[in-house]
């Protein structure tokens, strides 16, 4: 089958605003977004630079705004795609550096400021591991999922409007940490949470739910760390 995509192209040594070219690739059945990119860029024009590597909806970096939404380039079969030409750009809310790349220094820069790892002065019950339950594991299994694509974040009306607010991919994170029954964090992640710039830059608008590839419930995660927060201080 031929398809047209309607891709945006963007060279900064250009000196020219981006614009949208039209390309037209055959495909097989079943071939994805990022299938007609590597098409594209092996057939008709190679200076094309997109981001990928897994292929398989593993490693985030090819999300990219298709049709108007925030997706996995991998994991879009081109025949479910309704709207035609097929328009691909990158996500929003970044810098763009070159065509369908963005900068995501902030996206990094939010996450860290979560201090995404476990904290626990104290040395594990046992000589092994420190334990849990089925049942407090259940809390982490959902947020762990998160290949950390920013599709979420790119697509957070909040940060467009505040590129400090830490974004739903930050807050994911806060979430898988500040839930882990291991985890003694709280106290060096109340101040970055407890923020205008932090939780409370949430407005419930759940975009974010409606493009995580992996069904992150983040809108849901937000509001059980909005709870704690209130929690420890009231
Ligand atoms: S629910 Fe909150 S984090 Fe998610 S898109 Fe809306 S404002 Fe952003
Ligand atoms: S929460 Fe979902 S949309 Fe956000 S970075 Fe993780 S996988 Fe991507
Ligand atoms: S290339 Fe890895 S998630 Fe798409």
């Given at each position: 089958m031929q398809y047209t995509l309607r891709?945006?192209?963007?060279?900064?040594?250009?000196g020219q605003p981006g614009r949208l070219v039209d390309y037209t690739v055959e495909l097989e059945k079943g071939a994805t977004v990022l299938d007609a990119l590597g098409e594209i860029?092996?057939?008709?024009?190679?200076?094309l630079v997109y981001r990928r590597s897994c292929r398989s909806g593993i490693c985030g970096s090819c999300a990219m705004k298709i049709n108007g939404f925030n997706r996995l380039a991998c994991e879009t079969q081109v025949e479910s795609l309704g709207r035609k030409p097929i328009h691909v750009e990158p996500l929003p809310g970044f810098k763009p550096i070159k065509d369908l790349v963005v900068d995501l220094e902030p996206f990094w820069?939010?996450?860290?400021?979560?201090?995404?790892?476990?904290?626990?002065?104290?040395?594990?019950p046992t000589d092994?591991?420190?334990?849990?339950?089925?049942?407090?594991?259940?809390?982490?299994?959902?947020?762990?999922?998160?290949?950390?694509?920013?599709?979420?974040?790119?697509s957070c009306p909040s940060f467009w409007a505040d590129r400090t607010y830490l974004g739903p991919a930050a807050l994911n994170k806060a979430f898988r940490y500040e839930f882990d029954t291991r985890d003694?964090?709280?106290?060096?992640?109340?101040?970055?949470?407890?923020n205008?710039?932090?939780?409370?830059?949430?407005?419930?608008?759940?975009?974010?739910?409606?493009c995580c590839p992996?069904?992150?419930r983040i809108t849901e995660e937000i509001s059980w760390l909005k709870r704690k927060v209130v929690e420890e201080k009231y």
């Open positions: 891709v945006y192209r963007y060279d900064p040594e250009s860029k092996a057939h008709q024009d190679g200076s820069n939010n996450l860290h400021r979560t201090l995404p790892w476990l904290i626990n002065p104290n040395p594990p092994k591991e420190r334990p849990q339950s089925p049942e407090e594991f259940a809390w982490l299994e959902m947020p762990m999922t998160c290949i950390l694509c920013a599709s979420c974040t790119s003694q964090g709280f106290g060096q992640r109340r101040d970055t949470l407890d205008r710039h932090g939780l409370w830059r949430c407005h419930t608008i759940m975009n974010c739910n409606d992996k069904h992150i």
